[in-house]
């Protein structure tokens, strides 16, 4: 059973527990908050329910709603920072310390942080999948196709903005999504849509990390999603020791060998601090 305490003394025993060994991390939203990326899943986050991928594909309709949403998120994305979180597991794998960056993220943070052997389980923002021919896009291009075709898009009656500073286009209908260029097929971000598994082949890289590893280090995640939980599985079953970092409980704290209920940020500096020799 895990102990959940916030005192300086939980640190050191996470120090205890992961020196000496070579540690797998697994990352979800709750490391880049510090960037501004809000975390939808997280304590007093509102409810959402996203778009899957059967009703992505259903109608023109649902894709426009769909891109509408993601162009403006997108704009969020492309402007956040990597934070000291990221940059201490950079700094981490550096020294030999970290093997690898497991990541439930598609910000791209990790990598734009240094991170050199990085996961993305559930795919990256910054590419455009064609889903007729499979060819590839870089998204800052697509971004700027989406401005050329919706002008309209700077009119300030244009976007609503919730409460939560999230936003939403007011008329679908008139939103123009571009096509692809190669075959004029329907574009989606390579990003795992709820209602989609994980790519087998990126998933096995995943397993790979933790299987590779002496020790798991879960970071930000509230172990919602069956990927992740799947991988502190295969740790616990491994015997590996598992440290859980993240505000708030996880699915995965019963198989902690370590819960801390702190902030990720300044708790992997104060990792990196002590495990860099």
């Not at 991928?53 to 994305?77: C, I, N």
Request: hydrophobic content about 45%; overall charge negative; proline content about 5%.
């Amino acid at each position: 059973m895990s102990t959940a305490v916030t005192t300086d003394a939980t640190i050191d025993s996470a120090i205890d527990i992961l020196a000496d060994r070579t540690v797998a991390v697994l990352t979800g939203a709750g490391i880049s908050t510090d960037s501004g990326i809000p975390d939808y899943r997280g304590e007093g986050a509102p409810r959402r329910t996203p778009m899957s991928f059967s009703q992505f594909l259903a109608d023109a309709r649902s894709r426009k709603r769909y891109w509408a949403g993601s162009h403006l998120g997108y704009t969020r994305f492309s402007a956040a920072e990597p934070n000291a979180g990221h940059f201490a597991l950079a700094d981490l794998e550096a020294a030999g310390v970290v093997s690898g960056v497991i990541t439930q993220n598609v910000d791209g943070l990790h990598t734009r942080a240094g991170s050199r052997r990085v996961v993305p389980l559930h795919g990256t923002m910054d590419r455009v999948l064609c889903l007729r021919c499979g060819q590839m896009f870089a998204r800052d291009d697509i971004a700027a196709q989406i401005d050329a075709l919706n002008p309209w898009l700077t009119r300030p009656d244009a976007v609503t903005i919730a409460p939560d500073g999230d936003a939403e286009v007011n008329d679908v209908d008139s939103f123009v999504v571009p096509e692809c260029s190669v075959c004029g097929g329907e574009l989606k971000p390579d990003v795992v849509f709820f209602g989609e598994f994980v790519p087998p082949l990126r998933f096995e890289a995943a397993r790979e990390l933790v299987d590779g590893a002496d020790a798991l280090l879960v970071a930000g995640s509230s172990l919602a999603v069956n990927s992740g939980i799947r991988l502190v599985e295969q740790a616990r079953r491994r015997r590996l020791p598992i440290v859980v970092v993240n505000r708030g409980e996880t699915k995965g704290d019963a198989r902690a060998t370590l819960k801390l209920d702190a902030g990720t940020s300044e708790t992997l500096v104060a990792l990196a601090d002590a495990l860099i020799r």
